[in-house]
Structures are given as structure tokens and as C-alpha cells.
T-cell receptor
Framework: KAGVTQTPRYLIKTRGQQVTLSCSPI?????VSWYQQTPGQGLQFLFE???????NKGNFPGRFSGRQFSNSRSEMNVSTLELGDSALYLC???????????FGQGTRLTVV | DQQVKQNSPSLSVQEGRISILNCDYT??????FLWYKKYPAEGPTFLIS?????DKNEDGRFTVFLNKSAKHLSLHIVPSQPGDSAVYFC??????????FGTGTSLTVIP
């Protein structure tokens, strides 16, 4: 089975721009979650999608949004980028219920 | 509000000895706990999990202990190997919902 695939791996954007990150989950996994990792902050939960519906949302401003398509692929969008948005963005997929999540390799976003 | 806390940012252990990584949580509704291992520039890799109905789960060199009354879990690695050097995150969830992660503990195993 192919793992979770995130594209692109690296991205450099300028303040004020917007960015879209993509995540393809493991086949059959309907839940996709997004996390932001910054030094000293661990993994901060952004949102979770399940069957194209946002099921949970973390404490991030409205500039951060996402969606999930019918094939479970997910995209995350950040508008009006700020320097503080520089981070590793991780996507994770899992089947339903209490099971482990499988992470992609992440997208390293640098805002200059 | 950090519902899952790892109070030790780093830990160094000699090869062959035991590594003990600790994690505390505040939400008594958490019913599923996990440990992940992360190398730089890679996504976290699942290591071991435990349900709240158990107090111990073992997988090879890795054992997770859960103390619900203290809201504390720990990961024991015996014996520690240099390849275990990585950042370890604990995570918790309630009713199959989102995971809450700790801030991580960087483990260094000294050969």
C-alpha cells in the first residue's frame, strides 16, 4: 500500500501570498488531518476532514482553510502568508475509530 | 491550552540502557494514547499505542505504561540503541477524534 503523499515537499513564498498544499491519504482511509510543526511547539492540530466534511478544527485563524475531495485527497490553503507561518505542515490519514494515524513526510513552507 | 505535556525536551542515555520518556495529560476523557518517533525532515512514524482499558502494552523493545489516576504515560525502550535517537511525541485522543500531541522529547542514545 502506498503511504501518505504530500506535495510539494518544499515551498518558499513571500509575505502576503497564498499557498495550497496537497495530501493524498492511504487508500481506504477516510480521515485526513493537518498539523503544523514549529520548533518548541510540537504538532499543532489544524483541522480534520472525514468524508469531505470538516469534523474538527484547531485554534488557527481563518487564513487557514482546507477541504477534502470525494477521493479523500485533501488540500490545505493559507492566505495572506505571514512570516510566522513558516513551518513543517504534516498531513495524516487513518481509518475510522481509535487507530493510529499515518503521516506523510510533510511540506516545509518558508515565508520570506 | 496544552492538554498533553512532555516536560523533558531532551534525554541522553547510554547504549544498552533503558530510556524512559514521560508524558502527562489533563483531559480525563482521553481514551487512546500513542507514541510517535520522528527523524528530522520526515513525518512522525507510529511506534506503539495503548487503550485506556489497559495499563501496559508491549511491542519488542518498546513498552508503554498508562497510569490513569495520575494522568501519566511513559514509554520504555530497552535496550536503547543508537538508531533510537530521534524526537518522540506522545499523543492522545478521545472517542476517535483529533489527536493532541505533546511538544516532544529529543532522545540521544550514546554509543
Amino acid at each position: 500500500k502506498a503511504g501518505v503523499t504530500q506535495t510539494p515537499r518544499y515551498l518558499i513564498k513571500t509575505r502576503g501570498q497564498q499557498v495550497t498544499l496537497s495530501c493524498s491519504p492511504i487508500s481506504g482511509h477516510r480521515s485526513v488531518s493537518w498539523y503544523q510543526q514549529t520548533p518548541g511547539q510540537g504538532l499543532q492540530f489544524l483541522f480534520e476532514y472525514f468524508s469531505e466534511t470538516q469534523r474538527n478544527k484547531g485554534n488557527f485563524p481563518g487564513r487557514f482553510s482546507g477541504r477534502q475531495f470525494s477521493n479523500s485527497r485533501s488540500e490545505m490553503n493559507v492566505s495572506t502568508l505571514e512570516l510566522g507561518d513558516s513551518a513543517l505542515y504534516l498531513c495524516a490519514s487513518r481509518p475510522t475509530g481509535n487507530t493510529e494515524a499515518f503521516f506523510g513526510q510533510g511540506t516545509r513552507l518558508t515565508v520570506v | 491550552d496544552q492538554q498533553v505535556k512532555q516536560n523533558s525536551p531532551s534525554l541522553s542515555v547510554q547504549e544498552g540502557r533503558i530510556s524512559i520518556l514521560n508524558c502527562d495529560y489533563t483531559n480525563s476523557m482521553f481514551d487512546y494514547f500513542l507514541w510517535y518517533k520522528k527523524y528530522p525532515a520526515e513525518g512522525p512514524t507510529f511506534l506503539i499505542s495503548i487503550s485506556s482499558i489497559k495499563d501496559k502494552n508491549e511491542d519488542g523493545r518498546f513498552t508503554v505504561f498508562l497510569n490513569k489516576s495520575a494522568k501519566h504515560l511513559s514509554l520504555h525502550i530497552v535496550p536503547s540503541q543508537p538508531g533510537d535517537s530521534a524526537v518522540y511525541f506522545c499523543a492522545a485522543s478521545a472517542f476517535g477524534n483529533q489527536f493532541y500531541f505533546g511538544t516532544g522529547t529529543s532522545l540521544t542514545v550514546i554509543p
